[in-house]
């Protein structure tokens, strides 16, 4: 089976993220997409996220009607903060029968060279990518790279960000998440 890794801290899980997902898991070569719940991406502020685990419920909660679509915890119990080459080599282990790829916006290729031992995940792994509106180029380093794939999925404007200070103004952000994930939001007070 073909997995695409879809990181993020998804605080909260959006539905440009499901739109990406599953427009990923429909018009390529990829037979699942699992979204990487990640407890401390190394270049955040770690105390801006909500628990690993109520991040989870949400990433869950809007992916669970979609077969396609997964959410996963593994990163939860490496050690942290975590590099995206030592949950491949990971996942490699523990799952050898399966293919794994990594989904990342345009504007993560373009810092994609400052990552750790980039080249050996290019060596090992597929990069599906989708565009983002952004102001520079991606580097040339990687154009026409047989390892990365574009994908023509729809640009979606939209982040978790905009949603978590859209919330605390007390504007309505209903519609731009998923039912079960505005629910539980709700239900706890999240972001307020």
Do not use: C
């Amino acid at each position: 089976m073909k997995i695409g890794l879809y990181f993020g801290s998804f605080n909260p899980i959006h539905i440009g993220h499901l739109v990406i997902a599953n427009y990923m898991a429909e018009y390529s070569d990829l037979d699942q997409i699992w979204f990487v719940v990640t407890p401390h991406n190394p270049f955040k502020k770690k105390s801006s996220l909500l628990d690993n685990y109520q991040r989870l419920e949400m990433v869950y909660q809007a992916t669970k009607d979609y077969p396609k679509l997964k959410a996963s915890d593994i990163e939860f119990n490496l050690l942290q903060p975590n590099y995206t080459i030592n949950t491949l080599t990971y996942l490699q282990e523990k799952y050898p029968d399966n293919e794994f790829a990594l989904i990342m916006g345009e504007d993560n290729l373009k810092g994609f060279h400052k990552w750790k031992n980039y080249n050996i995940i290019l060596e090992n792994h597929h990069i599906y990518v989708y565009p983002r509106i952004s102001e520079n180029k991606v580097e040339t380093q990687f154009d026409g790279h047989k390892k990365i794939h574009h994908i023509d999925a729809p640009i979606m404007q939209l982040s978790s960000t905009f949603i978590r200070k859209a919330i605390k103004a007390g504007k309505n952000v209903k519609p731009m998440l998923p039912k079960n994930v505005w629910e539980y939001l709700d239900e706890m007070n999240f972001y307020k």
